[in-house]
């Protein structure tokens, strides 16, 4: 069983930056695929972003060169690192985590194991 604490949101404007950070209790967390994704108001959850467990990064067209996903699978832990957010970044921000070697393939299908609770993140022009 993993349990997925997000945390790091906030209120940024335009152009500001911001970290979110994802802490795992479990077992074996180093074997999970982990990423990100985002659920504006009024609108379906999307795919942001997955890194594999060999470390391995994937990111949705609309972050790409924005944003950075990274792990630190001796601490449990993976974060987002969010550059140049644009009004249309804000959403709620969910860590969500998938088993198995090709457990990045399901988080980009939005398939997980795990979710976390999100975390709110909103940008201001």
């Known amino acids: 069983q993993v349990q997925l604490v997000e945390s790091g949101g906030g209120l940024v404007q335009a152009g500001d930056t911001l970290r979110l950070s994802c802490a795992a209790t479990?077992?074996?967390?180093?074997?999970?695929?982990m990423g990100w994704f985002r659920q504006a108001p009024g609108k379906e959850r999307e795919f942001v972003a997955a890194?594999?467990?060999?470390?391995?990064?994937y990111y949705a067209d609309s972050v790409k060169g924005r944003f950075t996903i990274s792990r630190d699978s001796a601490k449990n832990t993976g974060n987002l690192q969010m550059n140049s957010l644009k009004p249309e970044d804000t959403a709620v921000y969910y860590c969500?985590?998938?088993?198995?070697?090709?457990?990045?393939?399901?988080?980009?299908?939005?398939?997980?194991?795990?979710w976390g609770q999100g975390t709110q993140v909103t940008v201001s022009s």
């Open positions: 890194i594999s467990r060999n470390g391995v990064s």
């Open positions: 969500a985590a998938a088993t198995g070697l090709y457990g990045h393939i399901s988080l980009r299908a939005q398939k997980a194991d795990y």
């Open positions: 479990g077992r074996f967390f180093s074997t999970y695929a």
